[in-house]
């Protein structure tokens, strides 16, 4: 009795609003195919073209991310390529400055024996010119000796006497 009087009210209310049935059940059929054919043909196929959508997006951030763990790596690499090189220049820097040195030290003991050198034959070359000059200075000595002596005696004297007075001379001036 309860369905009765629902069915009743249901259908009072129903025709109150103007439904007509068959044009109702009429509708949901064609609501429901449409619902179906939209589910099937449009609902689907955008939800996978947002999963391919998603999955697109997260490749990109796990490439992104492999991206910068390579980029890191290579900046890594880079540094140390550069802290390499910089230690092999300033090796080479250091090798430089040992060769610049030791050049320099050889140059100097190539300078210094040329110098010795230049003093040494200026000191043979002064040797010898005192010897000259003292071997000069003793005839000229001797000449005025024996020029003196035969002035002050008013004789002439012999080759004998003046070879005598010439070595005496010499010798006292030695």
Known sequence: MNHVMFA?????????FG???????????????????LHRFAYKPVLAALEDRR?????????AEKIKAELKRTEQARQEVLNEANAQANRLIEEARAAAARVREQETQKAIAAAEQIVAKAREA???????????LKREIGRLVVQTTA????????PEDQKRLAEEASRQVA
């Open 8 to 16: 009743g009210i249901i259908g009072d209310t129903a025709r109150a």
């Open 19 to 37: 439904v007509d049935w068959p044009h109702f059940i009429a509708q949901v059929i064609s609501f429901s195919i449409v619902a179906l054919l």
């Open 55 to 63: 999955q697109r997006i997260a490749e990109g951030l796990e490439n």
């Open 126 to 136: 002064a040797a010898a010119d005192q010897a000259r000059m003292l071997s000069d």
């Open 151 to 158: 002035t002050v005696t008013g004789k002439v004297l012999t």
